[in-house]
């Protein structure tokens, strides 16, 4: 004879086909009815997608189960789990298995910030990690500006991420693997969301993108010391931060605001770029220092830490056949200047 607490005792221990939780862990079953004359059973019961495949499973599972047990006939109602939910055994089950987050995880996350806009933060990170690639590491790059991603532009890339079961798969350029809220958006239509998304989407960088081992993970921030950056603080509680400025005094001043930040939350501050420090004449070598001086030294002192480097103005030479517009050659005179700086922060950290 079936009662409703033996259908629940029945159908608790399944399996959730997304979470691979169990029903009764998920508190995804929810009204249980039998008609005794018709020995009909009914039951409502949460999923993370419906109308799926696993949803059609699931279903003839519950079935089969009920039918043995005794049932006739057998009526499913699916909800989908609340989003809460689905976040809290989404975080948990991954993490684990994929260990990019994990405390155990052996890859080094490298955040470039800055405390302005326009000097340079995504130059610096594309570059910097090709660079790293370049010298032999396992890289991948987050494009973490996302409202004004740039990083599928600068480095030419024109594929999207492929779709791998549950998984996003990164894009390769250069030997750098690459996730940006670009490759997610048509048209290059703007992107209106408010606080606790931007979270989310970082959120799914990191946990739904199969990164493989890497050893280092750059993120190229959003300027400024907004939200997105306190999110990354906080996600990556390890996290290490390269800033950047320009060499002119009062744009070290503002890049100190984000070296506070990093401070604060205690990342490491592996040092600062300074970037569009001279221009070089071709003709006769001289340098013009157009944009200031002594900005990143500053800076250094502030954050009591060191310039890894300065970089001169200059645009990377355009390869039709390839094209990457802010990617500097490998003999390039600021890919030699990249390079070295990628070496020295290998040292730095091993
Ligand atoms: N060393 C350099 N020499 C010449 N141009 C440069 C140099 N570094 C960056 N630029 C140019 O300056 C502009 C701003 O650079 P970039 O987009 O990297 O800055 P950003 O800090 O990421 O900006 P945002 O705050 O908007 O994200 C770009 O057009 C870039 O090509
Ligand atoms: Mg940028």
């Known amino acids: 004879m079936l009662t409703e607490a033996k259908v629940i005792e029945l159908l608790q221990s399944i399996e959730e086909p997304f ?38 499973q699931l279903q003839m599972k519950v079935v089969n189960l009920l039918k043995e047990a005794g049932a006739e006939s ?26 990019l987050l994990s405390p155990g995880s052996k890859t080094t996350f490298i955040a470039i910030a800055s405390g302005k806009g326009g000097v340079g933060k995504s130059t610096v990170s594309v570059n910097l990690a090709v660079s ?68 989310k989407m970082l959120n799914s960088f990191f946990n739904e993108v199969e990164w493989g081992d890497l050893d280092y993970l750059l993120l190229d921030l959003p300027p400024g010391t907004g939200d997105v950056a306190l999110d990354v603080h906080s996600m990556l509680p390890t996290c290490k931060e390269v800033i950047v400025t320009t060499p002119h005094p009062t744009a ?19 040092g600062v770029i300074e970037n569009m420090s001279y221009f070089e ?37 355009w390869n039709e056949e390839d094209f990457a517009p802010s990617v500097y050659h490998e003999d390039h005179k600021l890919g030699q200047i990249y390079k070295e700086i990628a070496g020295t922060i290998i040292e730095s950290l091993n």
Do not use: C
């Open 252 to 270: 070290a001043f503002v890049a100190a605001r984000a070296g506070a930040m990093a401070l604060k939350t205690d990342h490491e501050i592996l």
């Open 74 to 99: 057998v009526g499913i109602r699916f909800f989908e789990l609340p989003h809460e939910t689905i976040e809290k055994f989404r975080s948990t089950g991954e993490e684990g298995s994929q260990g």
């Open 132 to 199: 790293l690639a370049r010298l032999g590491k396992r890289v991948g790059l987050v494009d973490a500006d996302i409202y004004g991603f740039s990083v599928p532009d600068m480095m030419g890339i024109t594929k999207r991420p492929a779709v791998r079961g549950e998984k996003i798969i990164p894009v390769e350029r250069f030997g750098v693997k690459v996730i940006s809220m670009g490759f997610f958006v048509e048209d290059n239509s703007p992107i209106i969301w408010r606080g606790p998304m931007l979270g």
């Open 281 to 317: 004449s071709k003709l006769t070598g001289e340098k013009e220092y157009v944009f200031g001086q002594g900005g990143g030294e500053k800076l250094a002192e502030e954050l009591q830490t060191k310039v890894l480097g300065k970089l001169p103005l200059g645009q990377p030479d």
């Open 19 to 56: 979470l691979h939780k169990t029903l009764e862990e998920l508190n995804a079953i929810e009204e249980v009815k039998i008609k005794e004359e018709k020995k009909h059973v009914s039951v409502k019961i949460g999923i993370t997608k419906t109308g799926t495949a696993e949803q059609l």
